[in-house]
């Protein structure tokens, strides 16, 4: 999912729109409504197989924003601890739209007709399943649990690797995150340390990945 998200900021996932660019299809159109090109935001967000999805879970109060963000804005008003969001919604957010991405491409490569809405019971077990989980793996820590443990490993000629990682006090509920970016030979070029607020393990990674994103873009990483 980690990579999914950051590929999906990096309005680089897989969708007829970016299939035509790479000229692996004479077509940019979406091939489940058949109407506009298929955007990220369109796969995701805007199909008419999906939007009613969103409108179910979506505070109406939200919908005018909501529908009306690009991708970069969409993605980080959906990870912030927004006040008319329900409880965990970082995690069903990101949920969802990896379950939408997978339903979209056995609708397009095995021509399965599905809507999103057969998802919500899914959604919601695989979003309870993976909140379970981290409430188990914080029982075993006392204090402060990290979500992951990365280790440096260089990147290719040219490239950057970027390591986030998130944290998240049982006690408090207060999530912080970092990361570091090196090129081939190890040498560090930029990091951050963010303290978000409250939410969950899960969320406390995503926001790193987030702001890992916003600091490649800012210095205009060639490769990341």
Known sequence: MRVFLWSLSHESIMTENQREK?????????????TVSETPLHALRD?????????????????????NMGTKDWIQFNLSVVRNHAANWESKFATSCWLIWKQRNESVFNNKRLHSM???PIIEAQTREMLTAMCLEQRDDQCLTHTNSNRWEAPDDGWINFNTDGSHKIDTNQIACGGVARNQSGKWIVGFNKRIGKGNALSAEIWGIWFALQIAWEHKFPKN
Request: proline share 5%.
């Open 22 to 34: 790479r000229r692996m299809t004479n077509s940019n159109t979406c091939k489940r409504c058949h």
């Open 47 to 67: 199909c008419p197989f999906v939007v009613n999805y969103w409108k179910t879970v979506v505070n109406p109060s939200l919908w005018n924003k909501f529908f």
């Open 118 to 120: 057969d998802l919500m």
